[in-house]
Nanobody, 122 residues
Framework: QVLLVESGGGSVQAGDSLRLSCSAS????????MGWFRQAPGKEREFVAS????????WYADSVKGRFTISRDNAKNTVYLRMNSLKPEDTAVYHC???????????????WGQGTQVTVSS
């Protein structure tokens, strides 16, 4: 079992940046592949980015590639999502996710955080 708690969301203008953090407690953090998903009002939850256990490999949705960067600090049990050049269409609740299996993480993660709201105005 792992408990995930997100922070860092807020309301910003288009073009601004934010950094989301997700702190994990429970079993050994480095055993989990980690990821970020988002859900906008009236839309299904979508994959944003993921990172391997060691942090050596990352994957991104096409919609955020080149603007968002996922990273992790296994010593701090934390995964980050740096979001640059934010657009109004990035507005959503952002959820942290974890799973032992990287391929499962991108489709149906075993563990979810409660989410943090990001609102981008034009």
């Amino acid at each position: 079992q792992v408990l995930l708690v997100e922070s860092g969301g807020g309301s910003v203008q288009a073009g601004d940046s934010l950094r989301l953090s997700c702190s994990a407690s429970g079993r050994i953090f480095s055993m989990y592949a980690m990821g970020w998903f988002r859900q906008a009002p009236g839309k299904e939850r979508e994959f944003v980015a993921s990172i391997s256990r060691s942090g050596g490999s990352t994957w991104y949705a096409d919609s955020v590639k080149g603007r968002f960067t996922i990273s992790r600090d296994n010593a701090k049990n934390t995964v980050y999502l740096r979001m640059n050049s934010l657009k109004p269409e990035d507005t959503a609740v952002y959820h942290c996710a974890a799973d032992f299996v990287p391929t499962t993480l991108t489709t149906s993660p075993g563990f979810w955080g409660q989410g943090t709201q990001v609102t981008v105005s034009s």
